[in-house]
């Protein structure tokens, strides 16, 4: 099955790492790059930048340089995203999605992986 | 970088109406458009891309449309599994950028 597996939760205190993992499952690892966009509570959707699975090359957004590394471990055909310095801004669901082989828009998302930031 | 403007941020129709959602970006991103579906509860799902393709098993009453800055997304009969909060992003130029969502209630 055609699938991005991501775990269900994690809390943090603020001024913590976290580093969520997506598992690819039903297509090759290195066929398609991973993207990571987050959603906060009731609130809309923002690309954070992707990794290419194949040559582990990245690209972030802005916002989020310097905070943000995506790596990838290609023996468990899994994908990181792991966000530094976490404040409760940072509370929100991360999503993994994939890009379409078209490039730029997302044909595939995981499940999503809940991230609170609370002391 | 592209801002992206739905409108409106909410509606409620009734079961069998032609719903229009607008998305207007701050510069041409012709045709880099994409539409999605976020259930409650869910993650988003792709309906649209390249401004008026339908994704494959998307339901045909779905159907995009372009004129340059001005996008728009139509459900020609709303029925109630359309009850979605609906997003479009652009994909023209980084970074990634997605409208502020429009709500799809129904009477």
């Known amino acids: 099955q055609v699938q991005l597996v991501q775990s269900g939760a994690e809390v943090m205190k603020p001024g913590a790492s976290v580093k969520v993992p997506c598992k690819i499952s039903g297509y090759p690892f290195t066929a398609n790059y991973i993207n990571w966009v987050r959603q906060a509570p009731g609130l809309g959707l923002e690309w954070m930048g992707w990794i290419n699975p194949k040559t582990g090359s990245t690209n972030s957004a802005q916002k989020f340089q310097g905070r943000v590394t995506m790596t990838r471990d290609t023996a468990i055909s899994t994908v990181y995203m792991e966000l530094r310095a976490l404040t409760s801004d940072d509370t929100a669901i991360y999503y993994c999605?994939?890009?379409?082989?078209?490039?730029?828009?997302?044909?595939?998302w995981g499940r999503g992986t809940l991230v609170t930031v609370s002391s | 970088d592209i801002q992206m403007t739905q409108s409106p941020s909410t509606l409620s129709a009734s079961v069998g109406d032609r719903v229009v959602i607008t998305c207007r970006a701050s510069q041409s991103v012709s045709p880099w458009l994409a539409w999605y579906q976020q259930k409650p509860g869910k993650a988003p799902n792709l309906l649209i891309y390249k401004a008026s393709t339908l994704e494959n098993g998307v339901p045909s009453r779905f159907s995009g449309s372009d004129s340059g800055t001005e996008f728009t997304l139509t459900i020609s009969s709303l029925q109630p599994d359309d009850l979605a909060t609906y997003y479009c992003q652009q994909y023209e130029d980084y970074p990634r950028t997605f409208g502020q969502g429009t709500k799809v209630e129904i009477k």
């Open positions: 999605v994939r890009e379409s082989d078209e490039i730029g828009f997302f044909d595939l």
